[in-house]
């Protein structure tokens, strides 16, 4: 075997010229030197702030139209959308048979009442004769019948009558209440079967409700919240709309639900909004902001402060210059930028707001100027 010391050579040299380079400098590039941060203090604040709910927008009365008789619908009253009357006259339907009916109805009692006038004047006669013995005692027996017989007969006419009224009446479709009708999924001429068919639905618009859950835990809570007779009490419920706008008008309870769902631990609450501008539409979904004025302190801390990992929360605490990473629970979000923190933290701890995206766990820090995070107060 022939080894090649002038190679061997040349690559020791090389070697060592590149450690020799790199020495001291690198050294000090890879231990670095602090890293500027601002910090503030951990404080224990009372925070006013909202919790929110989702929630679905619900009119306070809906029902579906439909017919209580067979036919084809002849008359169509209304324009769809449109905001109706009580008793406001909206569907037709072909009535000619309904109104022959009632008519032969009302010809019908009109017999019978002639026939029980008749039966009546007979029993009264052999009445008078079966006192003077001058008729058989059967006679008088079946004159009382006949009586008896027409009489039913007359209170049977007056009930189909009444059934032939009632069905003539149904030939016309009404609105049950004050609301807004929708798009009729019939037109004119449709054939429509009793009790199947669906014309149209006609929901209430104002005021309107507004429905969501809370869990089982929470419902002392909202009890006081229903009862609470305070000057707060009318802006405790707002609605945050789908384009993130808030609804101008504040709401209240309507009712609690009668029972817990077992299954799930939550009951469901009502709350009434007014809604004049028709601007909450039944079937919307919302985010109910519930103002939590709570009487405990709580710690706060800037927002900016949180960084997130992999769905979890993390902030920087600083001690004897070295930043430590620490896992915080969070709340919601109060005034002035700044957020709650449940636990994770302790009041006077010394966080880092600015700079964390340069920090590991264990770097050295150069603190900056210590910033207040006592927030300010929640706007209503």
């Given at each position: 075997m022939i080894i090649n010391f002038r190679q061997i050579g040349i690559a020791a040299i090389l070697t060592c010229i590149f450690f020799s380079c790199k020495g001291p400098a690198d050294k000090g590039q890879g231990k670095g030197g602090p890293i500027p941060v601002n910090i503030a203090v951990v404080k224990m604040e009372v925070a006013g702030f909202y919790d929110y709910y989702p929630a679905n927008i619900v009119a306070l009365n809906e029902v579906q139209l439909r017919s209580e008789l067979n036919g084809y619908i002849t008359g169509i009253f209304f324009k769809e959308g449109q905001q109706l009357e009580k008793g406001?006259?909206?569907y037709e339907i072909e009535r000619s048979k309904y109104i022959a009916t009632y008519n032969q109805a009302e010809a019908n009692l009109e017999i019978a009442k002639s026939n029980y006038d008749r039966t009546q004047k007979d029993e009264e006669?052999?009445?008078i004769l079966d006192q003077k013995e001058a008729i058989a005692r059967q006679k008088m027996d079946y004159a009382t019948i006949?009586?008896?017989n027409a009489k039913s007969q007359v209170a049977a006419a007056q009930a189909n009558l009444t059934r032939a009224a009632i069905d003539l009446n149904h030939s016309i479709i009404k609105a049950p209440f004050k609301g807004t009708i929708g798009i009729s999924p019939v037109k004119l001429g449709t054939y429509i079967t009793a009790g199947q068919t669906v014309l149209n639905t006609v929901s209430s618009d104002d005021p309107i409700a507004v429905d969501f859950v809370i869990n089982e835990k929470e419902i002392p809570r909202f009890m006081k919240l229903k009862d609470s007779k305070s000057s707060l009490g009318d802006s405790l419920f707002s609605i945050l709309l789908p384009d993130q706008s808030i609804y101008p008008y504040l709401g209240k309870i309507e009712f609690f639900d009668r029972a817990v769902d077992p299954?799930?631990?939550?009951?469901?609450?009502?709350l009434q909004f007014p809604n004049k501008e028709r601007l909450l539409k039944a079937g919307m979904s919302c985010r109910l902001r519930v103002y939590n004025n709570t009487e405990r302190k709580v710690a706060t801390i800037p927002n900016k402060a949180v960084t997130e990992q992999?769905?979890?929360?993390?902030?920087?605490t600083v001690k004897n210059d070295t930043a430590r990473q620490?896992?915080?629970?969070?709340?919601?979000?109060?005034?002035?930028?700044?957020i709650i923190v449940y636990s994770g933290l302790e009041t006077n701890q010394t966080i880092v707001v600015d700079g964390m995206q340069k920090l590991n766990d264990g770097?050295?820090?150069q603190i900056g100027a210590p910033k207040s995070t006592t927030p300010k107060p929640a706007s209503n």
């Amino acid at each position: 075997m022939i080894i090649n010391f002038r190679q061997i050579g040349i690559a020791a040299i090389l070697t060592c010229i590149f450690f020799s380079c790199k020495g001291p400098a690198d050294k000090g590039q890879g231990k670095g030197g602090p890293i500027p941060v601002n910090i503030a203090v951990v404080k224990m604040e009372v925070a006013g702030f909202y919790d929110y709910y989702p929630a679905n927008i619900v009119a306070l009365n809906e029902v579906q139209l439909r017919s209580e008789l067979n036919g084809y619908i002849t008359g169509i009253f209304f324009k769809e959308g449109q905001q109706l009357e009580k008793g406001q006259k909206l569907y037709e339907i072909e009535r000619s048979k309904y109104i022959a009916t009632y008519n032969q109805a009302e010809a019908n009692l009109e017999i019978a009442k002639s026939n029980y006038d008749r039966t009546q004047k007979d029993e009264e006669r052999y009445a008078i004769l079966d006192q003077k013995e001058a008729i058989a005692r059967q006679k008088m027996d079946y004159a009382t019948i006949d009586n008896k017989n027409a009489k039913s007969q007359v209170a049977a006419a007056q009930a189909n009558l009444t059934r032939a009224a009632i069905d003539l009446n149904h030939s016309i479709i009404k609105a049950p209440f004050k609301g807004t009708i929708g798009i009729s999924p019939v037109k004119l001429g449709t054939y429509i079967t009793a009790g199947q068919t669906v014309l149209n639905t006609v929901s209430s618009d104002d005021p309107i409700a507004v429905d969501f859950v809370i869990n089982e835990k929470e419902i002392p809570r909202f009890m006081k919240l229903k009862d609470s007779k305070s000057s707060l009490g009318d802006s405790l419920f707002s609605i945050l709309l789908p384009d993130q706008s808030i609804y101008p008008y504040l709401g209240k309870i309507e009712f609690f639900d009668r029972a817990v769902d077992p299954l799930t631990g939550t009951l469901k609450i009502r709350l009434q909004f007014p809604n004049k501008e028709r601007l909450l539409k039944a079937g919307m979904s919302c985010r109910l902001r519930v103002y939590n004025n709570t009487e405990r302190k709580v710690a706060t801390i800037p927002n900016k402060a949180v960084t997130e990992q992999m769905g979890e929360f993390f902030v920087y605490t600083v001690k004897n210059d070295t930043a430590r990473q620490q896992k915080v629970v969070l709340g919601p979000i109060v005034g002035g930028g700044n957020i709650i923190v449940y636990s994770g933290l302790e009041t006077n701890q010394t966080i880092v707001v600015d700079g964390m995206q340069k920090l590991n766990d264990g770097s050295p820090v150069q603190i900056g100027a210590p910033k207040s995070t006592t927030p300010k107060p929640a706007s209503n």
